[in-house]
């Protein structure tokens, strides 16, 4: 087996010769993050890169890069997979075109609440995601919360699926979820995020989707300001490193990067709790209409076309959702 010390020379040589930023000895690897400063997931990739540094002794430092100034999510996702960046904290909604066994967490209703996606996460559903990544260059190290999505838009609420009919809705970039629009009658635009504020502001899109946090964060809730219950999609998100750069590190250091991930995970999921409750309640006093869709059958009755989409692109992953939906 080789030392610590080997391993640490082995990881500065990869480094040097992927042209990252080193000293002697020590790896400066660079991370990406969508979100603003004061986001659970900010806060959370900061304590990240301050316990990889407090814990190899100064041998791995990370450079974190929020508010996605390095790009937009998919190009991202590239980035880390072909190692141009190390680290990034991904939802795996945008991963899922990437690797079909991460889609299986955006099909529509898939969780029925967040205990149910901590499960299957936490089992064997999760293994097979983690592998399905690792085979497409992204090793996940942990999961982070964001909650459920629901449908906002500039115009009326929705209460059925008819509400939807004609609606322009922004989708993050993944087929499912244009299928999702579609499935409802409406038109779906794919879009970046840093893009749908002036969307939805000049009209370019009537809606969105996301969850409280975002919603606020973003300002969507000023120019889009009915929100409507849908809880459609119970996305995580990861903490994941480029799978070469994983392969260059020793145990002792692995065991390093997944305590210190883990332990940024538990904070970002107590953050994540609050932020969700203050989130909500900030935007609610500002005005924003909001209602609950207690009977959900009617939307998830027509996302049909969309599992089954899934299924005829991916037969053999059949197994893995019906793991899924009997962990329920
Ligand atoms: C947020 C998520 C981001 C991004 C964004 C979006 O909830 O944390 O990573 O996926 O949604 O809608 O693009």
Not at 189 to 217: C, H, I, R
Not at 264 to 270: F, G, N, P
Request: proline share 5%; glycine share 8%.
């Amino acid at each position: 087996m080789i030392s610590f010390k080997q391993a640490a020379i082995a990881a500065v040589a990869t480094a040097l010769l992927a042209g990252y930023s080193v000293s002697a000895g020590a790896v400066e690897w660079r991370g990406w993050n969508i979100h603003k400063p004061d986001y659970p997931n900010t806060v959370a990739m900061d304590k990240f890169a301050e316990l990889l540094e407090e814990k190899s002794g100064g041998e791995i430092t990370l450079k974190m890069f929020h508010s996605g100034t390095l790009g937009t999510q998919p190009d991202a996702i590239e980035q880390v997979r072909i190692g141009a960046l190390e680290i990034g904290n991904f939802n795996l909604g945008p991963i899922g075109p990437v690797a079909p066994e991460a889609n299986v967490v955006s099909l529509p209703f898939i969780f029925s609440d967040m205990d149910h996606m901590h499960r299957a996460l936490d089992g064997e559903a999760g293994e097979q995601i983690s592998a399905g990544m690792a085979k497409k260059g992204l090793v996940a190290l942990a999961w982070y919360d964001s909650g459920a999505r629901s449908f906002y838009n500039s115009k009326k609420p929705i209460e059925t699926p008819a509400d939807v009919e004609g609606m322009k809705v922004r989708v993050m970039n993944n087929d499912l979820y244009s299928g999702m629009i579609s499935a409802l009658g409406g038109n779906p635009s794919p879009m970046a995020f840093s893009e749908v504020y002036q969307s939805l502001k000049t009209g370019v899109v009537d809606g969105a989707e996301n969850n409280w946090p975002s919603y606020e964060s973003t300002g969507h809730y000023e120019v889009a300001g009915y929100y409507s219950l849908s809880q459609h999609l119970i996305i995580p998100e990861c903490v994941c490193i480029n799978a070469q750069v994983w392969e260059s590190l020793s145990d002792d250091q692995k065991a390093i990067v997944k305590e210190a991930a883990r332990e940024s995970a538990e904070l970002q999921r107590e953050l994540w709790a609050e932020r969700a409750k203050a989130s909500r309640e900030k935007v609610l006093e500002s005005g924003v209409q909001f209602n609950e869709i207690p009977d959900k059958s009617a939307f998830q009755d027509a996302m049909k076309p969309v599992y089954d989409t899934y299924l005829a692109d991916n037969p053999d992953l059949k197994p893995l959702v019906e793991l899924i939906q009997s962990s329920n």
